[in-house]
């Protein structure tokens, strides 16, 4: 087990932060903690980091007791969204800083900056400066000068929130082949779900102050705890009082067991998707979400009289 958090609590004030909060996150895991703005999964990070104590509870990391400890006895490294780089220094200096700062020998420090440059792809930058990179460059110099001094503990809060859709997704896709060579055991904090669900191993959902539920993305999507982990994970619509995916409502043209009836009253293209929404006789209101091909197989068209029926689906009742 690499991280222990056990009963913690975090107040501000009277504002409870983090309400007795346990998580184990095992060694070699590549972990986010999602939830929404608010919810707490800075502060979680950053006790776990040290930057910020609890006022109850422990914090375990490699079976050291690290609760009162600060940031440097910890072995971890972090990246924050707005990346404070050293400005007047070269990419290499800001990468060896940390080894220079424990009176590493030299040569050491060069072998190891250039071998982290490579890895980031960042070699041919070592001699810029931070403010002649790309924001995205930007982020991979933070990762190179975090795990420059080799943590056990990689933590990363929202490392690429501040990024365009397009270089965020690239970095997505290098974190993760990045953690596959290093396999440090890493948590990073993001409020988006498609980057939780595309990148980790396991995903905690945090949302005031306490845990909805921990579990591997695809467990998390179809077997989510409650209402608010559904809805906070995909698309969800209701139809007759059940909270399901639009995308596990079946659309027919003929009745049979099992379906409700229901007239189509819109329909949009999105891309390659169609949504329908429809009306079913007891006046709920789901929408369906279809392929182009779908729908034009049912020839659907506003005013047309079909049948739904759920697949197999994950579904929870709604509470409203
Ligand atoms: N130093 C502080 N003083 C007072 N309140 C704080 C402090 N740090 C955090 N909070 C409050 O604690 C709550 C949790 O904040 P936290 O940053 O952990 O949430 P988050 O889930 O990371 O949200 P975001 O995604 O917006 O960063 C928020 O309501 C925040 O205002």
Do not use: C
Request: glycine residues 8%; without cysteine; proline residues 6%.
């Amino acid at each position: 087990m690499s991280i222990a958090v056990s009963g913690i609590t975090k107040r501000f004030g009277d504002f409870v932060a983090l309400d007795d909060v346990s998580l184990e996150v095992p060694t070699g895991r590549l972990t986010a903690l999602l939830g929404p703005s608010g919810g707490g999964k800075s502060t979680l990070l950053r006790i776990i980091a040290g930057l910020e104590f609890p006022d109850t509870g422990t914090v375990e990391i490699e079976g050291v007791q690290a609760t009162w400890l600060p940031p440097q006895k910890r072995s971890v490294g972090f990246v924050f969204q707005h990346y404070a780089a050293f400005k007047h220094m070269s990419v290499f200096k800001n990468v060896a800083f940390g080894l220079e700062i424990r009176r590493k020998p030299k040569a050491e420090i060069r072998k190891r900056v250039t071998e982290l440059l490579e890895l980031v792809h960042l070699e041919q930058f070592a001699d810029r400066l931070p403010s002649q990179l790309s924001g995205g460059q930007r982020q991979r110099m933070a990762l190179a000068r975090a795990l420059a001094v080799q943590p056990e503990v990689l933590l990363l809060d929202e490392p690429f929130g501040a990024l365009d859709a397009q270089v965020r997704k690239e970095l997505r896709d290098w974190l993760r082949n990045l953690h596959d060579e290093m396999n440090v055991t890493t948590i990073f904090v993001t409020h988006d779900q498609e980057e939780a669900l595309e990148v980790s191993d396991e995903i905690v959902v945090i949302n005031g102050g306490r845990i909805e539920q921990v579990g591997a993305p695809a467990d998390l999507y179809d077997k989510p705890a409650n209402d608010f982990v559904m809805k906070f994970l995909g698309p969800v619509t209701t139809l007759d009082g059940t909270l399901i995916r639009p995308h596990d409502i079946e659309v027919l043209r003929t009745p049979g067991p099992d379906t409700v009836a229901a007239t189509v009253t819109r329909l949009t293209r999105v891309g390659y998707e169609v949504r329908a929404e429809l009306r079913t006789a007891n006046g709920s209101e789901p929408w369906v979400q279809l392929t182009r091909g779908q729908a034009e197989e049912l020839a659907l068209e506003p005013e047309r009289s079909v049948w739904l029926r759920t697949s197999g689906a994950p579904k929870t009742l709604a509470v409203s």
